[in-house]
Every structure is written in structure tokens, then in C-alpha cells.
């Protein structure tokens, strides 16, 4: 699965960033992260890139890959969301700069 993300950042000159996909069942209950590339510090799903501005205003596309095997699914239909959050890192740690609405989708999984 690809998420595609287009933003700019002001302010942001030399400072890392984060862009973020969060995923969850359609409830709003995390779906967990098979291994550790595809999991945050609570074991939720996630796809992430890093970034540094050069410049005050800064556009960005982010390219966030997930492989449908990071999703922890059951067998048949699985009705989901997801989000995207962009963080800037600060000394006190990671500030959230924006967030994406919720946006719905559906998989299909085979049962073995």
C-alpha cells in the first residue's frame, strides 16, 4: 500500500521532521505493527519518512510504502482508516505540526 503526501513547512530550516500514516480499524482501535520498521512505540501500525528542510518554506512529497503483510488483518473483510501526521522535532521531543482527516478503506484477506 502507497500513501502519497504533499506540504509545505515554514520554519522549519535544518530541523528533522516526520511524516506519519497511522492506520486503525474503522472503530478508531489501532491496528498493531508486525515488526519493528512498520511499528511505533506502542505497537501501532505506522509508515514514516524522514525529512530536513532546506529554506523558511519548504514543499515536501512523501512516498509512504506499507507492505500489506505489516497489517495484523483478519480473514475475510476488514473495514479500515487512516491518517497522516507531520511532527517536528524539538529538544522537548516531537511536536505535532498537522493532521490529516480520517480517510476509509477496505481490504479483502483470503482466509488460508
Known sequence: ??????????????WNGRVIARFAWADGRPLAGVTDRHRDSN???VAWEQFQPQ??????????????AEMTLVAGHNELIYW?????STVAGW??????P???FSLEVKAL
Open 1 to 14: 500500500m502507497r500513501i502519497r503526501v504533499s506540504f509545505v513547512v515554514k520554519g522549519m530550516n535544518g
Open 43 to 45: 505497537g501501532d501500525l
Open 55 to 68: 529554506g523558511e518554506e519548504a514543499p515536501f512529497e512523501a512516498s509512504l510504502f506499507l507492505p500489506y
Open 84 to 88: 497522516v501526521e507531520v511532527f517536528e
Open 95 to 100: 511536536l505535532l505540526l498537522a493532521q490529516s
Open 102 to 104: 480520517r480517510s476509509a
